[in-house]
């Protein structure tokens, strides 16, 4: 049965929410949860992790183009037009990297066993997210002044 616990995500939404501010100069403010009905993303590129250990599941963040054009020109130094390159998809890759292992770190503090994959990207304006645990996927929009970006999390407690 699907697990939802705040001690397991939040560590993941503090660490995008620092990364993001101190990095980038990109302050996000949540706006209301709610449970997603379909696996239809929500924005123009998806990074999902897998997560292993005292849970299973996924944790994905889907970027609108002028979030992720603004946070990957930062990470790149310069402007960037076409999302759908190498390079792009590399650098999302890192930043989600980046913003697992600082999660990780944080869970395993509290003395939580978690693990978690490489990052897969996933893009297009009609691609879709596949989690490994079934229903309930809490997605937790964020707003910026760059855009918004999309956080979806499942999972399952073993």
């Not at 979030?67 to 650098?91: A, F, G, R």
Request: aromatic fraction near 8%; charged fraction near 25%; hydrophobic fraction near 40%.
């Amino acid at each position: 049965m699907p697990y939802i616990d705040v001690k397991y995500i939040n560590p993941f939404l503090s660490s995008i929410i620092d990364i993001f501010k101190d990095k980038y100069s990109l302050k996000s403010h949540p706006e209301k949860p709610y449970i997603k009905k379909d696996e239809l993303a929500l924005g123009i590129i998806s990074g999902i992790i897998m997560i292993s250990g005292d849970i299973t599941g996924s944790m994905c963040i889907t970027f609108e183009e002028e979030t992720i054009k603004y946070i990957i020109s930062k990470i790149l130094e310069k402007e960037i037009d076409n999302l759908d390159s190498d390079e792009v998809k590399n650098s999302v890759k890192e930043l989600i990297s980046s913003i697992s292992a600082n999660a990780v770190n944080l869970l395993r503090k509290d003395g939580i066993n978690i693990e978690t994959t490489s990052p897969s990207i996933l893009f297009g304006s009609n691609h879709t997210i596949q989690h490994i645990v079934s229903k309930p996927i809490i997605v937790l929009p964020f707003i910026t002044d760059k855009g918004k970006f999309i956080v979806e999390f499942t999972f399952k407690k073993n």
